[in-house]
């Protein structure tokens, strides 16, 4: 008898630029870092590549539409939180349609702020990659005890 794999959950998170600023959304009415800024995210639904689901999210979320060619996967985090996920961060500057929130239920804020001087209250894991993006580096783990 095989013993039982280990699963993983996987979200996706979106570095969306204008000029030298991203985009941020302040998390409301979620349970999870509400008042803190992220970034367009969401998980992977199954049976979608990561250029598919941040496709999705995007349209959900703020209401624009990505091209996957548009799209570059610029880090992946290998993060322990609650539970263990593996986290994809992608990147463009290039939408079409008009941002606005779609999703107000679950953010109360939409707005630009420099890559270097991103809001005090990122989400932690958010900030580091936001680091690791402007370093040029693709990888890295985040809340494991001995990292």
Same mark, same amino acid.
């Given at each position: 008898? =095989? ?42 639904d199954g049976g ?32 322990? =939180? ?12 290039? $939408? ?15 707005? $630009?702020?420099?890559?270097?001087q991103p809001p ?16 040029? =580096? ?10």
């Open positions: 008898m =095989s013993a039982a794999r280990h699963t993983i959950l996987s979200a996706v998170h979106l570095f969306l630029q204008k000029d030298e600023d991203i985009l941020f959304l302040r998390r409301y009415n979620t349970g999870y870092e509400d008042g803190s800024f992220s970034v367009v995210a969401g998980h992977l979608e590549t990561i250029k598919t689901a941040m496709i999705r999210e995007a349209e959900e979320e703020v209401g624009i539409t990505i091209q996957p060619e548009d799209l570059a996967v610029i880090g992946v985090m290998h993060r322990l =939180s609650e539970d263990e996920r593996i986290d994809w961060f992608l990147h463009t500057s290039k $939408w079409e349609g008009e941002i606005s929130n779609r999703e107000p239920h679950k953010c109360d804020l939409l707005e $630009w702020f420099p890559l270097e005090e209250n990122v989400i932690p894991y958010i900030q580091r990659a936001l680091k690791n993006f402007r370093e040029n =580096s693709w990888f890295d783990s985040f809340g494991f005890p001995d990292v």
